[in-house]
């Protein structure tokens, strides 16, 4: 049995490695066939490429030399034209110097004749300046003067004649002038200050606080005097306790402080309660309530004139005016009623009337400013303006309200006639005794400064001044430039009210004996 089973082994493993073995060369007759089915196809693409690449290589080649043409016959048709343009240059060159030389020769020809006409005129002027002179000579003679003489007396009676038009003609002016502007002045102005009606208090530095009875006086000085030196110190004013009966006055200069104190002193007068800490506690309620009163103040200010568009900080700037007077004048009233009047004058003209409101209204409120900050009303007024982003014509109309610089603007001109109404009123304003006399002396001095005046009289409590001129140093034509003279000094170098009328006499007396 064994053998069989090994015989059979042994005839499996032959007919195993039969089969391997025809297997093999199967495979290996399969691979050489695709490798040369392969080989063929290569060899069948790359023959393919050869020829499209030759084939393109044909039509580039076509393509190129097509292209060689067509830009060779551009080139050749661009220098056609740029030949015959040239050509064209040349000949209208040429046909230019052709012109040119003509010209010349034209140019020449009368070259030569001016030089010729010159040399005769140089000969006859010659001959015009021999005369001219042979027959000055015979002039001298006759008249007796030589030229400069003769000269001078032209240039005097020049002079004389230029100077007897230039008075007259300024006469007339002035008067077809006036007559025009002044009648469009008091119609425009009439309407405004109708229209616009301003009641007028004046103001002063001090304040009177009713006290219930006389020991409120004593409770307010303190022991040793410490409550009443608490409240000076607190609000800088002097209280001033006298023998008025049932009344304390407080006195100082700035009008918010005094303001401060008189309300204060009526709290505590109120409460009963006087002593350091409660003065501390009613001063600090007094300061607000002023300061409530200042924003009260100047939003009211801006209702009334319709102005908006206004910052806070200036408004309360504003309101500080409240607290202002100005020759007894509340300067916020006063700038109310500047605006007011602005407004109207500005209308009646066909000027921007919301613009002329509000430069009046702002046009003094530099003086809302202590103090503490220097320069005038009308520099700091112009600072503030410029700090909260004014126009530049509310600027300008600040700035020359006072006539610091000249009016450019009719917005300026308009508010600076406002300005001048609302301080000339009746009642508006009031000037101490001294600054009165002053004013009066000072406008008497500028005009005896002139040689010509002899004397000067300040009269209509110095609405007008008369001036006696020496008849023999100014004759009739000339009192009206020394008028003008005088009346430009006394805009440079006085500050007063309204206006002046300059009154100018010259007496000539003739005196003669009959025996």
């Known amino acids: 049995m064994l053998p069989i089973i090994l015989a059979a082994v042994i005839t499996g493993a032959i007919c195993l490695g039969g089969g391997i073995l025809i297997g093999f060369n199967y495979r290996k007759r399969v691979a050489e066939a695709e490798i040369g089915s392969a080989e063929e196809q290569a060899r069948k693409i790359l023959e393919d490429g050869i020829k499209t690449a030759e084939n393109r290589k044909k039509e580039a080649l076509i ?196 303001e401060v104190a008189r309300l204060a002193l009526e709290k505590l007068i109120q409460d009963g309660r006087i002593h350091p800490t409660r003065i501390e506690e009613m001063v600090e309620k007094a300061q607000r309530e002023v300061d409530q009163a200042i924003k009260q103040a100047g939003e009211r200010a801006t209702f009334e004139t319709g102005i908006n568009s206004m910052g806070p900080d200036l408004i309360r700037l504003l309101g500080r005016l409240k607290y202002r ?42 003086k809302a400013l202590t103090q503490e900050v220097e320069g005038s009303h009308v520099q700091l007024g112009v600072e503030v303006a410029r700090k909260y982003k004014e126009s530049k014509e509310v600027i300008h109309a600040i700035e020359a309200h006072h006539g610091d610089v000249e009016a450019q603007t009719i917005t300026a001109m308009i508010v600076q006639a406002a300005d001048a109404i609302s301080a000339a009123r009746p009642g508006a304003r009031r000037e101490n005794l001294e600054n009165y006399i002053k004013r009066l002396t000072k406008l008497e001095e500028i005009a005896n400064e002139f040689d010509c005046v002899e004397k000067s009289f300040a009269i209509q409590a110095g609405r007008e001044i008369r001036i006696m001129v020496k008849p023999d140093a100014v004759d009739d034509d000339q009192m009206v430039l020394v008028a003008r003279d005088i009346v430009k000094k006394i805009e440079s170098e006085l500050e007063y009210p309204g206006q002046i009328k300059v009154h100018l006499i010259r007496e000539s007396r003739t005196i003669d004996f009959a025996k």
């Open 325 to 366: 007077t100005s020759y007894g004048q509340n300067v916020l009233a006063h700038s109310i009623e500047v605006s007011l009047l602005s407004g109207m004058i500005a209308d009646e003209i066909g000027a921007d009337s919301t613009l002329a409101k509000r430069a009046g209204l702002l046009h003094d409120i530099g």
């Open 63 to 258: 393509e190129a030399k097509e292209e060689i043409i067509k830009t060779k016959n551009e080139f050749e048709r661009e220098l056609n034209n740029r030949r015959n343009e040239l050509s064209r240059q040349e000949r209208r060159v040429a046909t230019k110097e052709e012109q040119l030389d003509k010209k010349t020769e034209t140019l020449e020809k009368k070259d030569e004749t001016l030089t010729k006409k010159l040399k005769e005129t140089t000969e006859l002027n010659e001959q015009i300046e021999k005369i001219k002179e042979e027959q000055f000579e015979a002039l001298q003679k006759v008249a007796g003067l030589t030229a400069e003489e003769a000269t001078e007396r032209l240039i005097a009676q020049l002079e004389n004649e230029i100077r007897h038009e230039q008075a007259k003609k300024i006469v007339e002016l002035e008067e077809q002038f006036k007559a025009d502007a002044d009648a469009k002045a008091k119609e425009v102005l009439s309407l405004a200050i109708q229209r616009c009606a301003a009641d007028h208090v004046s103001e002063i530095t001090v304040s009177v606080v009713p006290l219930p009875s006389e020991e409120m006086k004593g409770r307010i000085i303190g022991r040793e005097g410490r409550n009443i030196r608490t409240i000076e110190t607190l609000t800088g004013v002097d209280l001033i306790i006298d023998d008025t009966p049932e009344a304390i006055t407080v006195s100082g200069f700035d009008p918010v402080r005094r």
